[in-house]
């Protein structure tokens, strides 16, 4: 795996758990979050550990809550 921002942020939320979340790099430092989770407590966390991944200069959430 290369050390990409991508590659990076995916690895830190796979080892916390958030395996239904898919990390893709749109530009220098734009992240999109997207996937499904099972409560917003959940979401709020996985944006938490993008916030403060070195490198992430902007967040586009498309994470949604199962239903």
Do not use: C, Y
Not at 13 to 25: A, C, D, K
């Amino acid at each position: 795996m290369s050390d990409s921002l991508e590659s990076r942020l995916q690895a830190s939320l796979q080892r916390l758990g958030f395996s239904n979340i898919q990390v893709s790099s749109e530009s220098n430092g734009h992240i999109q979050l997207s996937g499904t989770v099972e409560d917003p407590n959940e979401r709020a966390s996985a944006l938490s550990i993008a916030r403060t991944t070195p490198g992430v200069a902007k967040i586009s959430n498309r994470i949604s809550i199962s239903s």
